[in-house]
Structures are given as C-alpha cells and as structure tokens.
C-alpha cells in the first residue's frame, strides 16, 4: 500500500475532530463570560468555590477541544499534502 502515512493522518485527524466536537458540545467554546465565581444573585454571596472550580474546568475543557479540532484538521490537510510513501516494514 502506497498510502499508509496518508491513512494514519487521516485517521488521526478525524479522530482528533471527533474527540474535539464532543468536548466541545458537552463543555462548550471557551469564550464564554467567566463568572469569577460572582453571582448575580446576591442572596448566594460574593464568591462561590466551586462556581471557580467549574469556571476552570470549562476553560481547560473549552481550549482542549479547540485544540484537538485544530490539531485534527491540520493533519488532514498535511494528509491530503503529502506524497504516497509506505510506512517501513
């Protein structure tokens, strides 16, 4: 087979994309309004722990699957780039 590289590429880029849109759906873009931890009701008080707590893991979240959707598409393109080589035996 002449397209080994091209094929594992492409299987770790689409896996990478999927991977990438799921983190994304569940944790959303991670240019949301962070909340600091204030909320605006001022019943709850000033600051919330855990509302810190949450607004960090859906920062990390956020940029990690913006990351995986970037790396993924990435390398689809090097794939569709690349001359047909055969991975060593």
């Known amino acids: 087979m002449s397209d080994d590289y091209i ?3 492409n299987v770790i880029g689409l896996a990478s994309n999927l991977i990438g849109v799921l983190i994304l759906f569940r944790w959303g873009m991670p240019f ?15 600051r919330n722990v855990r509302d810190l707590a949450l607004d960090h893991i859906y920062t990390v979240c956020g940029w ?11 390398l689809q393109i090097i794939a569709a780039l690349m001359p047909p080589t055969n991975l060593p035996q």
Do not use: M, N
């Open 7 to 9: 094929r594992v590429f």
């Open 32 to 46: 949301r309004v962070a909340t600091r931890g204030i909320t605006l009701l001022a019943a709850d008080g000033p």
């Open 64 to 74: 990690t699957g913006l990351v995986l959707l970037i790396l993924g598409t990435v």
